[in-house]
């Protein structure tokens, strides 16, 4: 049988532990091409590049794996993985990360590892978005592999939802307790600046900030995860809030 | 009356010329504060910095109006602008635009327009993306203007959608035939990349693409406007795909 054709990418870049441990477990399952940022693109979001060019090279990172570094962002790599590396072949799977990090709840709209799968599944491409919920550049992955290297397989037979997009995250721990599907929970950031002075003279404002779950669901992504489910939920790029439209809501609108 | 504190962004950078006609039409309303990008920020889509710091300058751009630039994305602005700039004072709407170009259909999750009007629903705060179907610099807004003033007023008065968001596009016609209120279309770019040789002997690629129409649905956003009217599409943030969830689509991945 032939093996699938399998795109990796991430928003940490290439050299990153994760996309490492997600190359191992691909690489015994299909063909697999990777094509990442060649910089950190953390929370690039759906960020894409027209007003420059790009570059790609081909580096030699992963051992016999045909792989390329993007001077673009993660949306890019996939555009460019596509239409330049693959030459429009078919790829049946494009996995990205494993994120450093959490991109569950609100996470999912600032994230470059969820909207480079985004940009793939909005091809028909299969795609997921593998998180672990830890910052650090060494977090420990093996209590995920397992699971990613199930979800991998059940994906490639079932599909990644009718929208073929799924948010994988990892809880940190290594006692997890299986998967959960999840809806993205409710949750935001608290912004805070911390305020400094650069080598000129110059004030700067550098973004930090505190989490808030604001969502006591269970099967809210969050709280899944606090438990020690990994979990996963489909995710979509249909942006209209329909309950508005069947309500009339903004009907009054259409008549000024 | 209080007059009401609108906050006004964009990316096409504080010195293009629909930021300024946007202006234009909210100092007539209320207390208006720019703090906008200091350089195009087109395409940047959710993106947030968080490994660099950001600066913000006061300009003189707008007269008598308090404007900042912004060294960050969009997104960036609409943080800093509350936070520092504004010291978390209530915001009472948050307008962004005008953009030079389409935003409507698949445009809506690359955008830094619609994203810096997410950013600020996600407070809780009234929320509009404007766009005109014209990417020129030189575009002329004239015919918008009337439109967007009235739905700025309608949208203070009765909120924008319950998820506080709505993109609205304007149609590049002298004959605007009305508001519909509209659902983001089924539509998507078919990329192609553009490939050159730099100064340096180094090939590089430059994104290019064709819009590409899927939906027949008279009350797609893209529909709409070709009909020549403006589409006004109630969005939200929540990426989950419901449908799923509720069909139990992914139930048996829960138990592998």
Known sequence: ?????????????????GIRELVDVVKEIGEVVVVAPD??????????TI??????????????IDSYECSGTPVDCVKIARNVVLKNRQI??????INHG????INVIYSGTISAAMEASLEGIKSIGFSLCDFSHQADFSPCIPYAEKIIHWVLENGASP?????????????????????QAKARWIEDFQEGVNPFGEKYYWL?????NEDARED????????????????????????TLDHGILEELSKI
Chains 1, 2 share one sequence.
């Open 51 to 64: 007003t420059d060019p790009i570059r790609i090279r081909k580096v030699d990172v992963f051992d016999g």
């Open 92 to 97: 049946d799977l494009c996995v990205s990360g």
């Open 220 to 243: 809210a992504d969050i709280n899944a995860l606090d438990a020690g489910f990994v979990s996963v939920v489909p995710v979509h790029h249909n942006l209209t809030h329909t309950h």
């Open 208 to 212: 930090t900030g505190k989490f808030v």
């Open 102 to 105: 959490s991109n569950a709840s």
């Open 1 to 17: 049988m032939k093996k699938p054709l399998i795109l990796v990418t991430n928003d940490d870049g290439i050299v990153s532990k």
């Open 39 to 48: 910089s950190p693109q953390s929370a690039k979001g759906h960020a894409i």
């Open 163 to 183: 929208t073929n997009l799924i948010n994988v995250n990892f809880p940190k721990t290594n006692d997890i307790k299986g998967i959960k599907i999840c809806r």
